[in-house]
């Protein structure tokens, strides 16, 4: 069992940067990849970035490609997503998710609540 909590998301103009953080719960954080998400208001949920367990393979939706960065650190159990540049249609709900990787949310057993990010242009 995993429990998440992420953490970081806030109102800023387009330009800027956050740093979204995930604290995890639970024995098998580290064990498993970790994903980002996200849901702008009617809209699907959106796959932003997966890392695997052990940092080596770190992937990005092209929208996302070059402006954000996955990270993890499995000592605190926490995952990160960097991002800079930031543009209106970043905008959404963003969530962290444990499971077995991959840009498919059906691949993610364990969800966050997730943390507002608004972008204003």
């Known amino acids: 069992q995993v429990q998440l909590v992420e953490s970081g998301g806030g109102l800023v103009q387009a330009g800027a940067s956050l740093r979204l953080s995930c604290t995890a719960s639970?024995?098998?954080?580290?064990?498993?990849?970790m994903g980002w998400f996200r849901q702008a208001p009617g809209k699907e949920r959106e796959f932003v970035a997966a890392?695997?367990?052990?940092?080596?393979?770190?992937v990005y939706a092209d929208s996302v490609k070059g402006r954000f960065n996955i990270s993890r650190d499995n000592a605190k159990n926490m995952g990160y997503l960097q991002m800079n540049s930031l543009q209106p249609e970043d905008t959404g709900v963003y969530s962290c998710a444990s499971g077995t990787g991959g840009n498919d949310p059906r691949a993610y057993s364990y969800w966050g609540q997730g943390t507002q990010v608004t972008v204003s242009s």
């Open positions: 639970g024995r098998t954080f580290s064990s498993y990849p």
């Open positions: 890392i695997s367990w052990n940092e080596i393979t770190k």
